[in-house]
């Protein structure tokens, strides 16, 4: 069971490169969502999606697009990459309709902005 | 979504239970309080949540004060395996797709 599964892990990008993060689920779950981390920071949202089709913004969204044609992905993109996205991103899933379920998280994608 | 404060970190002792606590003093009735913990380089891991009656399960118990102003994470018996940063997060459960991370506490578990 691979829950789910971000990637790459690692990036190196140039100011103004363009690339996308991929998240992807195997447990059907219909809520999404995309946070980063900065350091010594806790998460903050950046994009979140209730079910394929359906995307909304967080906290953050700036410089980020979305969007959910499958119930199992989630990518991220970033359309023209500057140094302060450099961070950590994570994406998380759970399943809809029981209120109270956890979230679960994928391991991360380190993404330095040069 | 209420406001949390824990401190910045902690240590404790192997084997020891560990008592975390979080202030929420301007929750609101139909929120829910939330417990996630990040082990080093990993994603966030849930751990338990509660609206007011103290739950239990097999990683720790969440203790909510009767006024629910705050409450306090117990891990039986800490190990080192324990040493992450925990979150104490606030939220109403319609919503809890969408989880606000503040800074949380540092718990350092040592030998």
């Known amino acids: 069971n691979a829950g789910v599964t971000q990637t790459p892990k690692f990036q190196v990008l140039k100011t103004g490169q363009s690339m996308t993060l991929q998240c992807a689920q195997d447990?059907?779950?219909?809520?999404m969502s995309w946070y980063r981390q900065d350091p010594g920071m806790g998460l903050r949202l950046i994009h979140y999606?209730?079910?394929?089709?359906?995307?909304d913004q967080g906290e953050v969204p700036n410089g980020y697009n979305v969007s959910r044609s499958t119930t199992e992905d989630f990518p991220l993109r970033l359309l023209s990459a500057a140094p302060s996205q450099t961070s950590v991103y994570f994406c998380?899933?759970?399943?809809?309709?029981?209120?109270?379920?956890?979230?679960?998280f994928g391991d991360g994608t380190r993404l330095s902005i040069l | 979504d209420a406001k949390t404060t824990q401190p910045t970190s902690m240590d404790c002792a192997e084997g020891r239970a560990a008592n975390l606590p979080c202030n929420h003093s301007?929750?609101?009735?139909?929120?829910?309080v939330y417990w996630y913990r990040q082990i080093h380089s990993q994603g966030p891991q849930y751990i338990i949540h509660?609206?007011?009656n103290n739950e239990t399960n097999e990683m720790a118990s969440l203790i909510i004060t009767e006024d629910r102003k705050s409450s306090t994470l117990i891990l039986p018996h800490a190990t080192l395996r324990d040493t992450a940063v925990y979150y104490c997060?606030?939220?109403?459960?319609?919503?809890?797709?969408?989880?606000?991370f503040g800074a949380g506490t540092t718990v350092t578990v040592r030998a």
């Open positions: 998380a899933s759970r399943v809809s309709g029981t209120e109270g379920q956890p979230q679960h």
């Open positions: 447990m059907n779950h219909e809520y």
């Open positions: 999606s209730v079910g394929a089709g359906i995307t």
């Open positions: 301007t929750i609101s009735g139909n929120e829910y």
């Open positions: 509660g609206l007011k």
């Open positions: 997060i606030v939220r109403r459960r319609a919503n809890d797709y969408k989880l606000s």
